[in-house]
C-alpha cells in the first residue's frame, strides 16, 4: 500500500496558509514528469499520410512506418491523456525528414520510422505530418500546461541508399567507424557502418549540397531557405560550417513553433564545444520567440536541453570518462541535464530507501543546480527495467518517487511488453502502444491508474523530483521531501509497502511550524 500526505504554502504575508496546489505549483524541469514516444508508434490520427515516397518494401518485423503522428499527439492531448497521467513535458522523436530509400543490414528492410535518419532538417517528414499539425500539437499542449521536447540531431545523417546519395566530401566522412577506445575514436568517426558522420569540429565554409538544392527548387522553396541562411550567418558571424547550417535549421523549429526544450542525439560523438554553441542560438531562438509570442508563452521557464551521452551516469557527477579524456557536459551554456543510463541498475540493485537517498545526495552535492533524466525502459536500451512487464507498481514507484525529472516512456503507463516475438534488437521496444489493452483489459486499467495517480502527485509536487529528502521511519518506511523557492515551499510525506489499515503516521521528525499535514490516504 502507498500511502501520501501533502502540504503546499507559499511565503506571503501569512506564512503558515495552505493554499490551493493547482495555480501556485511552479514548474521545475529538474523535477517534471516527460512522456518519451516514437512519433511513428503512438497514435494514428492521420491516416492519409501513413505512405510517402514509395516506402512500400516488406520491412523486418517493427522496422517499418506504422502510422502515428503528430495529429496522433495531439489527440491524446486534447483527451486528457498525458493530463491524467500527471504529464508536463511530451518528448517525441525527430520529426524532420527522413531519407526516402530503406536499409538492409540483415534485419530485413528498415526504413527511418524513428527519425534518427535525416534526409532534410528544414521540412518535417509527410509521415508524421505538416508544419501545421505541429503548430496545432504545440498549442494545444501549452493550453494543458504540457511543454513540447524535439529531438536533435547533429553529428550523422541517414544512411546512403539508392534514394538517398551521399553527402559532399566537406560536409560528411564515411571512411572512419568508431571504435570506442577513445576520445578520438568516439567523436571523430561513423556511428556505425553506412552512418555519414557530419564534420562538426570542421570551420570550413561549405556549400549546400547539391541534391538539397535541387530539392528545395523541386519544392519551390530555394530562395527563402538561403535568404534565412543569409541573415542567420551574417547575424551570428558564424562560419558556413557544417554544425552552423544544422544549427540554424534546429533552432528555427523554436523560432517558428515554440517549442520548449531539446534532447539531443548522441552527445559524446561531437566535440563538447559545439552544445555550447547550439545552446547559445537554443536559448537566442527561444528569447525571439517569446518576445514576438507573448499571448503563447507558457511561463518563464529556461529552454530545456538535456543530452543523451551514451552510458553515462550520474555516480560520475558532471564528468564523462572516455578513458584518456574527462568531459564536462555541464559546463556553463551547456546542458542542463544528462540521461541517466544508470536509473535502471540502481532499482535493480537497491531498495526504495538507498535509491532515493543516493539521487537525494547527488542532485543536491556534484549536480546541484543541474538534473538528470531517469528512466527505466527506453527506445534503444536493450536491457530495460522490466521487459516483460511483471513489476509494473514497482516500476511507477521507483521511477516516479526518485529524485530527478521521470521519463516514462510511451506504454510504461500500461505495461506494453518490450520483448515481441521475431522482432531483432531494438525492434522489441518500438511496437505500436497497445491501446487495445487499455480500452478493454481490467489488469492494465488498473496498472495505468496507479501510474495515473503517482503521476499528477509528482506533477503537483515538486518536492519530489526536486526537493530535499528524509526518511522519517525505515518500518514501516516513511520519508519526506522539501522544496523550497523565495516565495514558494512544498511538502510530502510519502508512506510505502504499509499496512491497508494504517491510517496515522508520526512526523514528530519532520521540521515544520504552525501546520497541520492533511492525512489523506493516496491508493
Given at each position: 500500500m502507498?500511502?501520501?500526505?501533502?502540504?503546499?504554502?507559499?511565503?506571503?504575508?501569512?506564512?503558515?496558509?495552505?493554499?490551493?496546489e493547482?495555480?501556485?505549483?511552479?514548474?521545475?524541469?529538474?523535477?517534471?514528469?516527460?512522456?518519451f514516444?516514437?512519433?511513428?508508434?503512438?497514435?494514428?490520427g492521420?491516416?492519409?499520410?501513413?505512405?510517402?515516397?514509395?516506402?512500400?518494401?516488406?520491412?523486418g518485423?517493427?522496422?517499418?512506418?506504422?502510422?502515428?503522428?503528430?495529429?496522433?499527439?495531439?489527440?491524446?492531448?486534447?483527451?486528457?491523456?498525458?493530463?491524467?497521467?500527471?504529464?508536463?513535458?511530451?518528448?517525441?522523436?525527430?520529426?524532420?525528414?527522413?531519407?526516402?530509400?530503406?536499409?538492409?543490414?540483415?534485419?530485413?528492410?528498415?526504413?527511418?520510422?524513428?527519425?534518427?535518419?535525416?534526409?532534410?532538417?528544414?521540412?518535417?517528414?509527410?509521415?508524421?505530418?505538416?508544419?501545421?499539425?505541429?503548430?496545432?500539437?504545440?498549442?494545444?499542449?501549452?493550453?494543458?500546461?504540457?511543454?513540447?521536447?524535439?529531438?536533435?540531431?547533429?553529428?550523422?545523417?541517414?544512411?546512403?541508399?539508392?534514394?538517398d546519395?551521399?553527402?559532399?566530401?566537406?560536409?560528411?566522412?564515411?571512411?572512419?567507424?568508431c571504435?570506442?577506445?577513445?576520445?578520438?575514436?568516439?567523436?571523430?568517426?561513423?556511428?556505425?557502418?553506412?552512418?555519414?558522420?557530419?564534420?562538426?569540429?570542421?570551420?570550413?565554409?561549405?556549400?549546400?549540397?547539391?541534391?538539397?538544392?535541387?530539392?528545395?527548387?523541386?519544392?519551390?522553396?530555394?530562395k527563402q531557405?538561403?535568404?534565412?541562411?543569409?541573415?542567420?550567418?551574417?547575424?551570428?558571424?558564424?562560419?558556413?560550417?557544417?554544425?552552423?547550417?544544422?544549427?540554424?535549421?534546429?533552432?528555427?523549429?523554436?523560432?517558428?513553433?515554440?517549442?520548449?526544450?531539446?534532447?539531443?542525439?548522441?552527445?559524446?560523438?561531437?566535440?563538447?564545444?559545439?552544445?555550447?554553441?547550439?545552446?547559445?542560438?537554443?536559448?537566442?531562438?527561444?528569447?525571439?520567440?517569446?518576445?514576438?509570442?507573448?499571448?503563447?508563452?507558457?511561463?518563464?521557464?529556461?529552454?530545456?536541453?538535456?543530452?543523451?551521452?551514451?552510458?553515462?551516469?550520474?555516480?560520475?557527477?558532471?564528468?564523462?570518462?572516455?578513458?584518456?579524456?574527462?568531459?564536462?557536459?555541464?559546463?556553463?551554456?551547456?546542458?542542463?541535464?544528462?540521461?541517466?543510463?544508470?536509473?535502471?541498475?540502481?532499482?535493480?540493485?537497491?531498495?526504495?530507501?538507498?535509491?532515493?537517498?543516493?539521487?537525494?545526495?547527488?542532485?543536491?552535492?556534484?549536480?546541484?543546480?543541474?538534473?538528470?533524466?531517469?528512466?527505466?525502459?527506453?527506445?534503444?536500451?536493450?536491457?530495460?527495467?522490466?521487459?516483460?512487464?511483471?513489476?509494473?507498481?514497482?516500476?511507477?514507484?521507483?521511477?516516479?518517487?526518485?529524485?530527478?525529472?521521470?521519463?516514462?516512456?510511451?506504454?510504461?503507463?500500461?505495461?506494453?511488453?518490450?520483448?515481441?516475438?521475431?522482432a531483432?534488437?531494438?525492434?522489441?521496444?518500438?511496437?505500436?502502444?497497445?491501446?487495445?489493452?487499455?480500452?478493454?483489459?481490467?489488469?492494465?486499467?488498473?496498472?495505468?491508474?496507479?501510474?495515473?495517480?503517482?503521476?499528477?502527485?509528482?506533477?503537483?509536487?515538486?518536492?519530489?523530483?526536486?526537493?530535499?529528502?528524509?526518511?522519517?521511519?525505515?518500518?514501516?518506511?516513511?520519508?519526506?521531501?522539501?522544496?523550497?523557492?523565495?516565495?514558494?515551499?512544498?511538502?510530502?510525506?510519502?508512506?510505502?509497502?504499509?499496512?491497508?489499515?494504517?491510517?496515522?503516521?508520526?512526523?514528530?521528525t519532520?521540521?515544520?511550524?504552525?501546520?497541520?499535514?492533511?492525512?489523506?490516504?493516496?491508493?
Open positions: 502507498l500511502f501520501i500526505v501533502a502540504l503546499m504554502f507559499t511565503n506571503c504575508n501569512e506564512t503558515d496558509k495552505v493554499v490551493e493547482k495555480e501556485e505549483t511552479p514548474f521545475v524541469w529538474e523535477g517534471a514528469n516527460l512522456y514516444l516514437l512519433t511513428d508508434r503512438f497514435n494514428n492521420d491516416s492519409s499520410n501513413d505512405i510517402n515516397f514509395d516506402r512500400t518494401r516488406k520491412t518485423k517493427l522496422r517499418g512506418f506504422e502510422g502515428g503522428d503528430i495529429k496522433g499527439i495531439t489527440q491524446k492531448v486534447k483527451e486528457g491523456y498525458f493530463t491524467d497521467l500527471g504529464i508536463n513535458a511530451i518528448w517525441m522523436t525527430p520529426i524532420v525528414e527522413q531519407i526516402h530509400g530503406g536499409t538492409n543490414e540483415g534485419t530485413g528492410t528498415t526504413y527511418g520510422f524513428h527519425g534518427y535518419w535525416t534526409k532534410d532538417w528544414t521540412k518535417i517528414d509527410p509521415n508524421f505530418g505538416t508544419k501545421e499539425d505541429l503548430h496545432q500539437l504545440v498549442q494545444e499542449a501549452h493550453a494543458k500546461g504540457i511543454r513540447i521536447v524535439l529531438d536533435a540531431v547533429i553529428n550523422h545523417t541517414g544512411p546512403v541508399t539508392e534514394k546519395p551521399v553527402w559532399p566530401e566537406d560536409w560528411v566522412r564515411t571512411d572512419k567507424q571504435t570506442y577506445d577513445n576520445y578520438e575514436n568516439t567523436v571523430t568517426c561513423t556511428l556505425v557502418k553506412n552512418l555519414p558522420d557530419i564534420k562538426t569540429e570542421s570551420n570550413q565554409n561549405v556549400e549546400l549540397p547539391p541534391q538539397l538544392v535541387e530539392k528545395w527548387k523541386t519544392e519551390g522553396r530555394y531557405e538561403i535568404k534565412e541562411l543569409n541573415e542567420f550567418f551574417e547575424r551570428t558571424g558564424h562560419p558556413r560550417a557544417p554544425r552552423f547550417y544544422i544549427i540554424k535549421w534546429l533552432t528555427d523549429y523554436i523560432t517558428e513553433f515554440g517549442v520548449d526544450g531539446y534532447r539531443v542525439d548522441t552527445v559524446k560523438h561531437t566535440e563538447e564545444t559545439v552544445w555550447q554553441e547550439f545552446r547559445q542560438e537554443c536559448d537566442y531562438a527561444f528569447s525571439e520567440f517569446k518576445e514576438n509570442n507573448p499571448d503563447k508563452v507558457i511561463d518563464d521557464s529556461d529552454f530545456y536541453l538535456v543530452g543523451e551521452v551514451y552510458n553515462y551516469g550520474i555516480s560520475t557527477g558532471q564528468f564523462f570518462d572516455y578513458g584518456d579524456k574527462k568531459v564536462n557536459y555541464f559546463k556553463p551554456k551547456s546542458f542542463h541535464s544528462l540521461i541517466n543510463f544508470e536509473f535502471k541498475w540502481n532499482s535493480k540493485e537497491l531498495a526504495y530507501e538507498a535509491l532515493f537517498r543516493k539521487y537525494a545526495d547527488t542532485l543536491n552535492t556534484s549536480l546541484k543546480n543541474f538534473g538528470t533524466l531517469n528512466y527505466l525502459s527506453s527506445h534503444d536500451d536493450g536491457s530495460p527495467f522490466d521487459p516483460t512487464r511483471k513489476k509494473p507498481f514497482e516500476t511507477a514507484n521507483k521511477l516516479l518517487l526518485s529524485p530527478g525529472t521521470s521519463q516514462v516512456y510511451y506504454g510504461d503507463e500500461s505495461a506494453r511488453i518490450l520483448k515481441v516475438e521475431d531483432i534488437g531494438d525492434a522489441n521496444l518500438r511496437s505500436f502502444m497497445n491501446w487495445e489493452a487499455i480500452n478493454n483489459n481490467i489488469k492494465t486499467q488498473q496498472i495505468l491508474e496507479h501510474w495515473q495517480k503517482l503521476g499528477k502527485f509528482r506533477a503537483k509536487h515538486p518536492a519530489i523530483g526536486a526537493g530535499i529528502h528524509q526518511m522519517i521511519a525505515e518500518s514501516p518506511y516513511y520519508f519526506y521531501r522539501s522544496y523550497q523557492t523565495d516565495n514558494f515551499e512544498d511538502l510530502v510525506v510519502v508512506g510505502l509497502d504499509l499496512d491497508k489499515g494504517k491510517k496515522t503516521i508520526d512526523v514528530s519532520v521540521s515544520y511550524t504552525h501546520l497541520t499535514l492533511p492525512t489523506t490516504p493516496y491508493v
